[in-house]
């Protein structure tokens, strides 16, 4: 067969006509921006050099398959392709597989049931300690930052969820017993230590506090109008934070709820006190959420293990291991 400029396999007017068309239809009759034409066409072309590579070639649109469909993506997925990429690719099929069945030239659509792999969940990475400690070590200008420092501090002191923190009142700290009660996902309430540098801003705070907040108010943290401070504040205000006493990344509450975890587990390696204070209902949510990966989980298994113990002090004594130890 022969390669076009691109130094590709160049591809039969059976599959290419069609694609004509359907961009032509997008444009003209569907209004679509060139850019948004151009994405369908990279992801079709990309399909067809796929199909014509196949034994024997998938040489005209009828002839693909629901299985076709899903070993392309499946072929996409070890490309190192997203899941959002993935599931891009396949909505460009089935939009294109809708207007040749408008057009009466295939009978059905196959990747109408083929779905994309799901994406890994994104997580931020934890911030520096050192780094952290000192943005919180430094000292607030004004009431809004004392209490601001307040909330920064609980959130990595306890690694409250953002919806957890705007939810306090006064009656749910007990900084006394250095505790807070917090009222998590399902309702599930969970009691969290208070660390003693979150104590000391939250003192602080809770003296100023009187001044801002309005007659009857049961929140911990009020806004400048003496009302409960919204998630939306809370954000913003660490943003700013964050900048002002220059960070090197964003600052945001899942950042600390995310830091706090990762250095309890780094410094404790206990996965199942870090699920019980994040209020994880399944350890697998940790898991992921702590970015644990197998060379920790080895590092614990070898340590406490009796049978990985006995396994090195085998491969100690003999300076070999045989096959069926592995």
Request: proline residues 4%; positive net charge.
């Amino acid at each position: 067969m022969s390669r076009n400029e691109s130094g590709n396999e160049a591809l039969p007017d059976s599959l290419t006509g069609a694609l004509s068309d359907f961009l032509h239809y997008l444009s003209a009759e569907r209004r679509h921006s060139p850019h948004t034409s151009q994405g369908y066409q990279r992801d079709l072309i990309r399909l067809m050099h796929w199909a014509m590579r196949q034994s024997p070639p998938v040489d005209q649109w009828e002839k693909l398959t629901v299985a076709d469909v899903r070993r392309y993506a499946a072929t996409l997925n070890r490309d190192g392709l997203s899941g959002r990429s993935i599931a891009r690719a396949l909505s460009a099929i089935r939009r294109f597989y809708d207007y040749l069945i408008r057009e009466y030239r295939v009978r059905t659509n196959p990747a109408l049931d083929v779905r994309a792999p799901k994406s890994g969940r994104r997580l931020p990475v934890a911030a520096d300690a050192d780094q952290l400690g000192h943005l919180l070590d430094a000292r607030p200008e004004d009431p809004l930052e004392v209490r601001d420092l307040a909330i920064f501090e609980l959130f990595y002191s306890s690694g409250l969820r953002l919806s957890e923190m705007t939810g306090l009142d006064l009656r749910h700290l007990d900084l006394a017993g250095g505790e807070v009660r917090v009222l998590g996902k399902g309702n599930r309430e969970r009691v969290l230590p208070v660390g003693r540098k979150a104590a000391g801003a939250l003192r602080q705070w809770l003296a100023l506090r009187p001044a801002l907040a309005g007659a009857g108010e049961t929140a911990l943290f009020v806004s400048q109008r003496g009302q409960r401070l919204s998630a939306r504040s809370v954000q913003q205000r660490l943003s700013r934070w964050g900048q002002h006493r220059g960070a090197d990344q964003h600052l945001h509450p899942h950042l600390l709820r995310h830091s706090f975890a990762s250095h309890l587990l780094e410094s404790s390696g206990d996965l199942r006190a870090v699920q019980e204070l994040l209020g994880h209902a399944d350890i697998a949510t940790t898991q992921v959420y702590t970015h644990l990966d197998f060379q920790h989980l080895a590092r614990v298994y070898d340590a406490a293990h009796p049978r990985a113990k006995r396994r090195k002090a085998m491969v100690s004594g003999q300076g070999h291991v045989d096959g069926d130890s592995l």
